[in-house]
């Protein structure tokens, strides 16, 4: 299953980032175990925000690549930090992106309206008139975050030796050690499940 939804996290990351989808598939082959995050993992919550930074923020595929990739570590370092569950981070950062920025109080960042006009002001990004549309309010939001999380990042790695970052590690190698048998089985499992499917169609 495991190597089956590689495969699914695969087909989405080409389509969605094109050309720039060998550098993320790339970045995710190769992402640090301590991150607590899998391969297959990796490719998904990338997948996911970098349609979000794409649709609403009009990033360009690459730009919407190395933003994605920053956000799925920070992720990890969040988790590092403040405990929980790496898809928890991940729900909170996918949720600030499209506008709503609640679940970020649990890591320590405050990300209110009036911060948001705030910091689009000075970014030079929002004149103040009007309402602000959401790729200005995301530009802003990324931006307050990753102002608010520089304690956090990078924790993770510092983790890294000890018990908490080693179990971690250990358990996302076991999830890639899984996809890529699973990966060496797939042109075996597939047509045997076809078969079995049809076999299970004649008999009812």
Same mark, same amino acid.
């Given at each position: ?8 996290? +695969?087909? =989405? !990351? ?32 990338? /997948? ?11 990033? !360009? ?6 933003? =994605? ?24 950062? !996918?949720? =600030?992106?499209?506008? /709503?920025?609640?679940?970020?109080? /649990? ?15 000075? +970014? ?24 608010? !999380? ?9 983790? =890294? ?14 999830? /890639? ?28």
């Amino acid at each position: 299953k495991m190597a089956a939804d590689l495969q699914d996290a +695969m087909g =989405a !990351t080409d389509q969605i980032f094109k050309s720039a989808a060998d550098s993320v598939k790339q970045w995710a082959d190769n992402l640090d175990s301590y991150y607590g995050i899998a391969e297959g993992e990796a490719l998904e919550y990338a /997948n996911m925000m970098g349609t979000l930074l794409m649709n609403i923020g009009g990033l !360009t595929e690459e730009e919407a690549a190395r933003q =994605a990739q920053i956000l799925v570590k920070l992720a990890g370092d969040l988790t590092a930090m403040f405990g929980g569950t790496t898809e928890d981070a991940i729900r909170a950062l !996918t949720g =600030a992106l499209k506008g /709503n920025t609640a679940m970020l109080d /649990n890591y320590g960042i405050a990300c209110n309206d009036a911060l948001i006009k705030t910091k689009a002001l000075e +970014m030079g990004i929002w004149d103040g008139k009007g309402q602000m549309d959401l790729a200005t309010k995301q530009a802003a939001i990324l931006a307050l975050i990753m102002e608010q !999380t520089g304690a956090a990042q990078g924790q993770a790695a510092r983790e =890294a030796e000890g018990a908490s970052g080693s179990m971690r590690a250990f358990a996302t190698e076991i999830k /890639n050690l899984a996809a890529d048998i699973g990966e060496v089985l797939l042109p075996v499992i597939t047509p045997l499940l076809a078969s079995l499917g049809e076999i299970g169609r004649a008999h009812v």
